[in-house]
């Protein structure tokens, strides 16, 4: 009888060092960004041995993907995950990694994000939120249901958008921009809303885009981030060892992150060709157009973010 009772006053005593969190994600739960988190949630759950869980609520249904910062924020869900550049008005250097043209490849991706990451972390920690990792997206392609020459053919027609970036290039090129939350891309396509769309080749896979948009073109425009976060105070309350914890995974789980989307990339891409998609650059010409928009989106970005922009592109572009 008594070990029973001191059974039951550790076990009591265990429940109560038991930490829960939930963290929502705008994405679906077969997403690699959030395979990746579950991984991530699973490795913390090992490490603390239980003494942290997390549970992942992916697909907008603890809190919409546009609402998720703000929900971390004021501490209505402790851990969240958005795509960064949706943060701008917010915290303007959080459009770093959507300025069209600047990356083109991995390596500059994580250049930037080396960059971009202290200031990230000083914007997060004024609002009360810490940022944990990052995992870009697969370099971003234009998805046409026709094809297409010149910047002129998409006057008047409907732009699939999901942050400011895309909603300005499809404003550049005289297309309505049509904000349609990743994981609705495939309703939206079969109900004929949209003519066109800037995105990766891994989010026209799982939407199974091939039925409409026939061509995807390798334009290579930008490659965006997901981070992850969580209030600052839940992750103060924590004790040292599961702090720890915390970051240890999160460093792991960007590494993963990183690794997976460039296998990724390969991989849908060979899917969308796979399913009979026409895959292939943009006549140099309206590729040269493609690059003036950017060069203007580059133009109005940093004068709209001031100084904070030469502290990540002075170095980005002058110490290789
Ligand atoms: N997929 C997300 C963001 C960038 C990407 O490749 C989307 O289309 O919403």
């Known amino acids: 009888m008594k070990h029973l009772l001191l059974a039951l006053l550790l076990a009591a005593a265990s429940a109560q060092a038991e930490t829960k969190w939930q963290l929502a994600t705008g994405y679906r739960a077969e997403s690699f960004h959030t395979q990746n988190i579950a991984w991530f949630a699973a490795e913390i759950e090992r490490t603390t041995a239980g003494a942290l869980r997390i549970e992942v609520r992916p697909n907008n249904t603890l809190f919409k993907l546009a609402d998720i910062r703000e929900a971390v924020q004021t501490g209505q869900v402790q851990a969240g995950e958005t795509i960064m550049s949706s943060l701008v008005e ?24 080396d960059l971009q990451r202290p200031l990230i972390d000083k914007h997060f920690a004024a609002r009360g939120l810490k940022a944990l990792y990052a995992v870009p997206w697969p370099p971003q392609g234009l998805y046409t249901v026709a ?52 995105t990766s080749a891994v989010t026209g896979v799982e939407n199974q885009v091939w039925g409409q948009f026939r061509h995807y073109h390798e334009i290579n425009a930008w490659f965006p981030k997901n981070i992850v976060f969580v209030n600052l105070k839940a992750f103060d309350a924590l004790p040292p060892a599961a702090r720890q914890a915390v970051l240890t995974a999160a460093g792991e789980a960007e590494l993963r992150g990183w690794a997976k989307s460039q296998e990724e990339a390969d991989s849908a891409t060979r899917k969308l060709k796979a399913e009979g998609m026409q895959v292939d650059r943009v006549p140099s010409s309206f590729d040269a157009e493609l690059k003036r928009y950017g060069e203007r989106f580059s133009r109005e970005w940093v004068r709209s973010v001031g100084n904070e922009a030469n502290s990540i592109f002075v170095p980005y572009y002058f110490q290789r």
């Open 90 to 113: 917010a915290i303007p250097i959080a459009g770093a990694d959507a300025i069209p043209f600047v990356v083109g490849n991995y390596a500059d991706a994580r250049r930037l994000w």
């Open 147 to 198: 094809p297409v020459r010149s910047a002129a053919d998409f006057k008047g027609t409907r732009m699939r958008t999901y942050n400011q970036a895309t909603v300005r290039i499809a404003e550049m090129m005289g297309a309505t921009p049509v904000d349609v939350p990743m994981v609705d891309v495939r309703k939206a396509l079969a109900a004929g809303q949209l003519d066109s769309m800037i």
